[in-house]
C-alpha cells in the first residue's frame, strides 16, 4: 500500500513542480516523495512513478495533436517508432526518478539511525 | 555505511542530471540534453500541438504603438490589420517570428557563413568549407554596403527597424519551452535580430538567384578547345525560345556604348574547384494574360517561381492592412512588406532573370605577402579582413579574405587553391548598396501602372522579370535589375584584374532595360528564356537561358482564347514534356530492335506509345528521365576532367548537336578504345536506362510499373538536412516542364489573381505550410492540394470585420505600458 502512495505523491508532486521548474525537478519530487514515505523498493517506486508521469503526458500531447512528429523524433534518434520514443522518454525519466527516490529513501534510514 | 550509500546515491543522480541536462557529441553527431529534450512537460513534446490549437487571444507587446489586430483564416494565413506603418512592420516581424523564428535566424546564419556557431565544423569540416566561402563570396560585405544606405532613407529605416523590434519583442517573450523545436534538438538559443539580417535575407535570394556564373569554366574550354567550338558547345542564345519581350527594330533609345577592350586569357588552365553552383534547373514561370483574351474580360495574373523546396516553407503568405496599403501574398520570413501579391488594384509576380551581373578579375600580387596588387602599371595595397568562426565545440578558426578594389579574393592558395595559384577577385552586383525594401513598399501599395514603374526603379538585385497586371486592364513585363553594359563577349570569361579598361564601365540605364506593356498578343510572360529580340541595343548573356517551359506556355497562352482561372490553374500544373517531343523521337530511330532484351523491347514499346506527359503514374516518363540521366554523363564525358573546371553544353543545345553533328568528337566516350558517335551513345544509355529501371523494380518487391512520382521520389527538404525531418510527395513534372518540380526544386508559391474591377479574387498554394513547428498541423498542410493541382482561394480582406464567418481565430494586440 505504502509503495503504491509513494509511486502516486511522487506523480503528483512531479507533476505540479514541473509547471514551475525545469525537467530536473522531478527529482525533487522522487527524492521528497521518497523521504516523507517509508516503502519497499524505492528505486522502483521512483522508477514507476517518473516513467508513468511522462508517458502518459507524452501519450496524452500525442492523442491530442495531428502532428507525425514523434514518428520522425523516433528515427532520427534512432528508436523505430513512437512506442520505441515513448519507451525512451519514461526509461530516461524513470531513471532520475529512481535514483532520486533511491537517495530519498536513503536520508530517510539515516536519519532514524542518528 | 548508510552515509556512505547516500553519498553515492546522491552523487549518481546529480551526476545523471547533469549528463541529461548536457549536449553530447557522440561519433560526430550532436545529441541534446535527452532530460530537457525528452521532458514532455518543456521539451521536444511541448512543441507538438493540439489539433484545435489556436494561439493567444489576447497579446500585449512592449514596443507596439496601437492597439491592433490580426486575423487568421483556415490555413493560418495572418491578416494584420494596423493603424500606422510602423505597427504594420513592427507586426509583420513578430507575427512572422511567432511561426517562423528558427527558420529566419538559420537563413540569415547561413547566408552570413556562421552555420558552424550551430553545428560545429561537420564531418571532414564541410559546414565550415561552406561559411568560409559564403564570406569569401562577400556575402556580408554586400549586406553592410546594402544596409547603409537603408539606413539612410527613413522610410526603409522605419521598415528595418520596426520589423526588427517586432521580432525582438518574440524573441524576448520566449522561455525554454516556447522555443522552436530546432533549438531544442539542437541545444541552442535565438540572438536577438538586427536590420542586417532583414538584408541579409535578401542577399541570400540574390545568391540563390544571380551569384551563377561559369567564366573560369568557359575560359578553360576556350583554352583547351578554341573559339568555333565554344561557339558551337555555349551559344549565347539558342534563338529557339519566344524572347520575353519581342519589340524587333522598335527599341528607340541611344543605347551607352564602350571601346571593345580584348579578353585576356590567362595561359594556364583554371583548375580551382568552384563552389558548387546553384541548381541550373531551377526557373520560375509567370505571365499576365489580357481581358481580351479572359472570360471575365479582367486581366489574369499567374506567378510561380520555382525554387529549392524546404521545410519551414520558403515562403510565408501575409496580408498586411493600414491606412494607405492593402496587399497579400509571399512574403519571406525575415523581411518586411509582400515580395510577390497583389493589392487592391494590381498584381506582381517575379522569374528570374538569369543574366550574368558576375565577374572574376585575376589579381597579380606584388609578393607573396599580398598586399599589394598590379593595377595600371602601380601597385595598388590590397585590404585584409580577418574573418573569425566561432565554430561550436572546438576553438574559433580565422581566415584571411583579401579584398581588392573589385571586391574579395574567394580561391586562393588557403580555399579551394588547387595547382595553379592564380588569384581570382569576385565582382557581383549584390555587393553594392541597393535599396529593395522601397521597391516593395511602393508596390506594396501600387494602384496602377505608373505606380508599378515608379516601385522597380528603386530594384537593382537580384535582375527578375516583373510581370504585372492591374483592374485598369493593363499587363506589363520589366526585366528589372542593375545590369553592367557589357561588350561583346564580356562577362564569359575571366578577365584581366590589373586594366581598369576590364573593369564595368557602365551600367544600363534603367529607362533603357527590357520592358513591354500591352503587347498586341495579349499576355506577357516569361520563363528564364533569353530576354529580348536580336535587335536589343545591349549585348546579353547569362549561365543558362531556358529553352522549353517558356515555348509550351506561349503556345498554350496563343491558342487558349476566353481563358478561366482553372485553365490558369490547369497550365502552372501542365506536365508536357516538349523536350521528350523534340527529342526521343530521334532517340528511338538511333536504336537497334533486333538486339534487344526482354525488358528493352517492354521500354521501347512504353517509350513509343507514351503522350510525353510526365503525368504521376506515366511509366514512360520514368524510362525517358532514366535514359536522359544516363546519357548527359556518357556524352559529355570530357568535361568533367578533374585537371580543369568546365560546364556541360545545356539540353537544348545538346539535343540540337545529337541531331545534327552526331559524328561531333566530343560524343566519344572516351574510355572506351572505339569511336562513338551520337546515336552509339544513346543506344548505351537507352541500355544503362533500362538497366536502371529494372534494378529500381526489383528493389521496389518486383514491381511491374515504374510510375513516374515514386521512380523521381521528389521530396521537401528541412533546411537541417535531417532525412527523417523531410517530407516525400508523388508528384508529376520535371525541370523544364512548366510543373517543374524535379526531385528537389519547384514551384514554390503558385499564385493566380484575378484583376475584376469589382473586386480582386486571388488563389494560391505552396509545398507546406505556414507554420515552421513541425509538432502543428500547418506545418504542411498545403502541401496535399500542392500536389494535386488544387487551390486556396485567399480571404483578401477590405477590412477586418469582412467574411468573419471565415476566420479561424483573431487575436487582440495591444501595447504593454511601459
Redesign the interface.
Known sequence: MKFISKVLIIMIAGYVL??FL???S??IAA?LGSALIRSKASFVAGFIAIALL?SL??LL??F????D??Q??A??FPLRNKTGLIF??AV??G??GG??A??GS??Q??RR?F | M??F??FI??A??IA??FM??KSWLVQGNRLPP???F??????????????DYTGRENINIPGLGQAATVVYDSILIPHIFANTDEDLYFLQGYITATHRLWQMEFQTHAAAGRVTEITGPGKDSVILTYDRGQRRLGMVYGAENTLKFIMNNPVSKMMAEQYTAGINAYINSLH?DDLP?EYK?LDYKPEAWTPLKCVLLLKNMAQFLSIGDKDMEMTNALNLYGKDIVDILYPDNERISDPIVDHAGKWKFKPLTLDTVPYALPEALITTKKLPPQDPTTGSNNWAVSGIKTKTGSPILCGDPHLNLSLPSIWYAVQLHAPGINTMGASLPGAPTVIIGFTDSIAWSVTNAQRDVVDWFSIAYQTNRRDHYQFEGKWRPTRKVIEKFNVRGTEAFYDTVVYTHWGPVTYDRNYHGAKNLTDYAFRWTAHDASNEFITFYKMNRAKNHADYMAALEHFESPPQNFAFASVQGDIAMRIQGKYPVRRKNEGRFVLDGSKRASGWQAFIPNDQNIMDKNPSRGFVSSANQYPADSTYPYYVTGTRFEAYRNRRINQVLTDKNNISVEDMMKLQNDNYNLKAEESLPYFLTCLDSTKFSAAEKQAYTILSTWDYYNNVDADGASYYEAWWDNLIPLLWDELQKPGAALTTPTTFTTIKLLKQKPGLNFFDIVSTPEKETGKDVIRKAFKLGVEEIETWKQKHKAAAQVPWADYKDSYIGHLLR????NIHVKHGGNHDIVNAHSKTHGPSWRMIVSLEKSGVKAWATYPGGQSGN????H?SDMLERWTSGQYYSLLYLRHQGEFTSRYFYTVNLKPTEQ
Open positions: 514541473e509547471m525545469p525537467w530536473w522531478i527529482a527524492f511522462w503526458k507524452a500531447i500525442d491530442s495533436s495531428a502532428s512528429l514523434p520522425r523524433v528515427i532520427i525512451f522518454t530516461v525519466g531513471l532520475v535514483f532520486a533511491l537517495t536513503l536520508l534510514r539515516k539511525s | 548508510k552515509v550509500k547516500l546515491s546522491a549518481i543522480t545523471l542530471i541529461l541536462d535527452l532530460g530537457k525528452f521532458d514532455p512537460f518543456h521539451g521536444f513534446w511541448k512543441n507538438m500541438e493540439a489539433k525554454y523545436f534538438l535531417i532525412e527523417p525531418l513541425p509538432g502543428s498541423k506545418y
